[in-house]
């Protein structure tokens, strides 16, 4: 029997597809992104105003009508806060797609909604056809019955309040043990991206609308997934690739293809097989992908074209990279506890690299340009692996594909945070599609190489002591107890990732061990105790080392540029100082005021005024901070089974507005000086030098006769591949004078394996009268040498830096030479962290922040910089 069929065959409208591809079965996807109008849905006169976008959301839309000032910019945020607590409509109309006759009857129209934030009903022509509760879910619904023969089709979305929904669910389940960190408890029933509610980092912004793409697909016949699972031997001679492509309606075969930069390397036509193909390809010689410096990112294409006879109906196509990746946890010589590192095609990779959270507030308007930006950053960073914190979103492709490109590994975390998640059934069937739907939109990720089931959810649960029993293995119980988002961690996503990602590692938590999130013998560690918990000071952070630590931080004041940008009158902004109440404002960490200056006050001689030295003294203070993390854990990867810690991921590489936070780079891409000297603690060759004092009674009970002695510790840090043979140089410097006191070669031809950090030596400060004060005015330069050239140095002073005498130089020269493509920097006495800036946003320097012995030239690679660019400098105790 033939049906009527309801689509139009007018062959004026515009979308007329009739002339072209659009042949009898071949898929077709038609972009619902015209004529979007949006308004708020209580309010009877309001009109429909224009979106800014699309895909869009409302804060973008009513900036864009100038309804709302831009949220970011002073203290805005406040007065938008309504904005979250009702609800929107967006509407549009499309035509019907134009079929011929002969095409009517035996096809599917499908709406396709990529994202929907959060609690939307869709009306289609009058008719409810959808109702969504989670802005993760991609939805498609069969449309086919209900889109009109004549005319356009009228498409309208309803957004409820996620913040009152989330309240409401709050109170329906009050058994439930609710409580947070960060945001409010109604965030933990909403499938929403949490940093929408505010977080100690990011403004409360409660947006709404149609985030991602939405599409009308026509076809008969089509793949809906094209995936694939690698297996690259321990040899890495060979590969299997097991591609799989499912699919929906009647057509028969499936054509893989296997290219590599254009060239096929395997192919092979399949036949489907209730609703999927499937082939095993065998790859020898495979051109492997490893991370940033360790080789190339070749990405092989696959391709699935669906054919019914001889015409294609369908056909999609994925990238590939073929990876051994594994998590290495096992034990370890000379220590408790197991390793925690990774190694991709056979090599172990010391993993320094960064947290990321969304990029913005308002991700649709985040452009693929900005995300590859970013992701370039991170790499130039010298870093090696992303995290994708649990509290802000899948990301976009266009992320995850930089990452593949760049050679960045990427741990996924799924979406929950600081808390403590319900469990009422209905949460948890979108908690599963949830993880279903984005495992299989990212698993052909080759820099995707762990995911993790959740930021911290285990430590808010020690902190309130909420039930735990690691022995219970019986999953429905779990769901009794106070504690019930257990069910989620380790059966529901453990199951999805068993089912969906069975190559790649699954990891309950971040952090996680199995036993205290605390211990720092096994699993991942968050260290937060500089900064929160127990404020220790930076120099100590060899303490607190873990086997893996993929958090710890230290906040820093944006760039002066970054900070104008948000003060209403710019430049001219009464606000324009420290301690104002919009500079504090952007800021939304607990305690910030205080944090900040107990670390400058226990380090630094500063000052808050004026705004530009201030604004240097925490970027210095913060780039000293991470620095150390990072050298002193590097120096705990100590090769084969010593590896005492195998990553340190600072906490965060960026922001998603103009603030004052842990980020090292600001939300304009302008790096804060700490991007700086984590990249140099990440280079290949490094050189660490560490002082402590020792305090040595002669005897039992005196108080009197103690000697001191200071000690320098000196190791390298050989992160590349081959072997080396160095000299090592020692040198010292008065501080006062500037002058060289000391200066010995004293390795020769010493031996830093590869792939690890070793120590090299340790010795009293060289000083003429030991025990003295000379040691406090001593600065200490380590060289590294390799034939005859230098290939690391490392400058230690004593501390803390506020009891140093430092001298202004003379005659700090800091030149740009003739090409514009290096600046030369020297001193006649040492000085202390000189950074250099530039007022042209162009300029951009390879390198800042070091510091300067006399004697020695410091070279700068800068781009950007024309013969006569003017270039500044700054240093410590300059003012
Ligand atoms: C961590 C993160 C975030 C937070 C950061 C700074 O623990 O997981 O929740 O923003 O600390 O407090």
């Known amino acids: ?54 895909p869009t959301n409302v804060h973008l839309d009513l900036i864009a009508n100038k309804i709302i000032e831009d949220p970011f910019i002073g203290k805005n945020e406040n007065d938008v806060q309504w904005i979250g607590e009702v609800p929107w409509v967006y509407k549009t109309s499309f035509p019907s797609p134009t079929l011929s006759t002969e095409q009517r009857g035996n096809v599917k129209a499908v709406l396709a909604f990529d994202g929907l934030d959060t609690y939307a009903t869709v009306v289609l022509n009058g008719k409810e056809i959808l109702k969504t509760e989670d802005m993760f879910i991609p939805e498609r619904v069969d449309v086919t019955t209900y889109l009109k023969n004549q005319g356009d089709n009228e498409l309208e979305i309803r957004f409820e309040s996620a913040y009152l929904k989330g309240c409401a669910l709050v109170e329906k389940y009050p058994d439930h043990h609710w409580g947070c960190w960060n945001g409010d408890t109604s965030r933990l029933a909403v499938r929403k991206a949490q940093y929408h509610w505010g977080w100690d980092w990011g403004p409360t912004l409660m947006t709404c609308g149609p985030w991602r793409p939405i599409n009308l697909e026509i076809f008969s016949s089509r793949i809906s997934d094209l995936y694939f699972t690698t297996d690259v031997d321990e040899s890495l001679d060979s590969a299997e690739i097991v591609a799989k492509a499912d699919v929906e309606g009647t057509a028969s075969e499936v054509n893989f293809v296997i290219s590599l930069a254009g060239a096929k390397v395997a192919s092979k036509t399949v036949k489907v097989i209730q609703g999927n193909a499937t082939h095993t390809f065998q790859i020898e010689n495979p051109d492997l992908w490893y991370p940033v410096r360790y080789g190339a990112q070749p990405l092989y294409t696959i391709t699935a074209s669906l054919r019914n006879g001889d015409s294609e109906i369908d056909i999609k196509s994925k990238k590939l990279g073929l990876r051994r990746a594994e998590l290495v946890q096992r034990p370890i010589s000379d220590q408790p506890g197991t390793s925690f590192f990774f190694r991709i095609n056979n090599i172990p990779v010391f993993c320094g690299g960064s947290n990321w959270i969304p990029a913005d507030n ?167 105790n500089v900064w929160h918990g127990s404020q220790q000071k930076y120099q100590n952070f060899d303490k607190l080392v873990g086997r893996f630590v993929s958090e710890f931080g230290m906040e820093a004041f944006p760039n002066i540029k970054t900070i104008e940008s948000f003060l209403p009158l710019g430049k001219s902004d009464p606000d324009r100082f420290a301690q104002s109440s919009t500079v504090d404002f952007h800021n939304k960490a607990d305690g910030h005021e205080r944090r900040i200056a107990l670390y400058l006050v226990e380090n630094f001689r500063y000052a808050p005024d004026p705004l530009e030295q201030f604004i240097y003294s925490t970027q210095l203070m913060q780039a000293e901070c991470l620095a150390s993390a990072y050298r002193l854990w590097k120096r705990q990867w ?94 010292a410097f008065d501080v006062l004078t500037g002058k060289e006191t000391f200066s010995k070669t004293i390795k020769t031809a010493f031996s830093l394996p590869e792939n690890r950090s070793t120590e090299i030596a340790a010795f009293a400060v060289p000083v003429r009268h030991p025990n003295s004060d000379e040691e406090a005015r001593t600065v200490v330069a380590a060289y590294l040498y390799e034939y005859g050239n230098q290939i690391a140095r490392y400058i230690n002073w004593p501390e803390p830096l506020k009891y140093v005498h430092l001298q202004k130089p003379k005659e700090l020269s800091v030149v740009l030479s003739e090409d514009g493509k290096e600046v030369e920097i020297s001193a006649e006495v040492p000085v202390k962290g000189v950074a250099l800036e530039s007022e042209d946003e162009d300029v951009v320097f390879e390198d800042n922040l070091v510091d300067v012995v006399p004697g020695e030239v410091v070279v700068i690679g800068v781009k950007g910089a024309k013969k006569g660019t003017s270039i500044g400098a700054r240093y410590l105790g300059m003012l």
Request: proline fraction near 6%.
């Open 1 to 54: 029997m033939r049906t009527e069929h309801p689509f139009s065959s007018n062959p004026q409208h515009p979308s007329s597809t009739s002339n072209s591809s659009l042949d009898m079965l071949k898929h077709t996807i038609l972009p619902i992104n015209k004529g979007w109008t949006f308004k708020q849905a209580d309010k009877e006169d309001s009109k429909f105003l224009p979106v800014a976008q699309f």
């Open 362 to 528: 308002f991700v649709p308007r985040i452009s693929k340009e900005k995300y590859y930006d970013w992701v370039k950053l991170v790499a130039d960073g010298n870093q090696f692996m992303i995290r994708v914190w649990g509290g802000g979103i899948f990301e976009e492709q266009a992320f995850y594909d930089a990452c593949d490109e760049l050679g960045i590994l990427v741990w996924q975390d799924f979406l929950f945070g600081c808390g403590n998640y319900p469990a009422f059934p209905e949460f948890l069937d979108l908690v599963k599609r949830e993880a279903e739907e984005n495992v299989k939109l990212l698993r052909h990720h080759p820099s995707i190489v762990i995911w993790a089931g959740n930021n911290e959810d285990y430590q808010y649960r020690e902190e309130q002591k909420l039930t735990y029993d690691p022995d219970n293995k019986d999953e429905e119980s779990w769901l009794e107890t106070n504690f019930p988002a257990r069910y989620i961690y380790e059966k529901i996503l453990a199951d999805a990732c068993k089912e969906l990602i069975p190559d790649t590692y699954y990891h309950f938590g971040s952090p996680w061990s199995g036993k205290d999130t605390t211990d720092p013998t096994v699993g991942d560690l968050h260290q937060w």
């Open 638 to 731: 100590k090769g084969p089974k010593r590896e005492y810690c195998g990553g340190a991921l600072v906490w965060q590489i960026n922001d998603c507005w103009p603030v004052t936070s842990w980020a090292i780079v600001d939300y304009y891409l302008r790096p804060k000086h700490a991007y700086y000297t984590v990249k140099r603690e990440m280079a290949p060759i490094s050189l660490g030098v560490t002082r402590k004092e020792h305090l040595i009674p002669k005897d039992k009970h005196t108080r009197a006769y103690i000697d001191k002695k200071t000690e320098i510790e000196i190791w390298g840090s050989n992160l590349t591949l081959k072997n080396l043979k160095v000299d090592v140089v020692v040198k």
